[in-house]
């Protein structure tokens, strides 16, 4: 059975920090892309960040460019996002996901995680 389980979620004043985790269970993670995805009250779900299997690749949505930084460790099963200076427009679910594609397409991903709340006050 295929898992992905977040954890690192929760409600942080702007400008702080926080870093989700994603382990994985059920599949082989190695082969994995990773990515993270999230979704606002009312707005459909967007892509924030993925990083290739091998670690050597990653990209980023413009709007978390130079404050979040997507990684992983693939003994560990695990990815990471850690996110600086959060602003209150980085509010959402976060949702890590999987796939053996090389995409931010959301459709292409093909396990996800449950998700975890970030709330970011001003």
């Known amino acids: 059975q295929v898992r992905l389980v977040e954890s690192g979620g929760g409600s942080v004043q702007a400008g702080g920090s926080l870093r989700l985790s994603c382990t994985v269970s059920?599949?082989?993670?190695?082969?994995?892309?990773m990515g993270w995805f999230r979704q606002a009250p009312g707005k459909e779900r967007e892509f924030v960040a993925t990083?290739?299997?091998?670690?050597?690749?990653?990209y980023y949505t413009e709007s978390v460019r130079g404050r979040f930084t997507i990684s992983r460790d693939n003994p560990r099963n695990t990815a990471y996002l850690q996110m600086n200076n959060l602003q209150r427009e980085d509010t959402a679910i976060y949702y890590c996901?999987?796939?053996?594609?090389?995409?931010?397409?959301?459709?292409?991903?093909?396990?996800w995680g449950r998700g975890t709340q970030v709330t970011v006050s001003s």
């Open positions: 990083i290739s299997s091998n670690a050597e690749n990653t």
């Open positions: 059920g599949r082989t993670f190695s082969k994995d892309t």
């Open positions: 996901a999987a796939t053996w594609l090389w995409t931010v397409d959301p459709a292409n991903y093909d396990a």
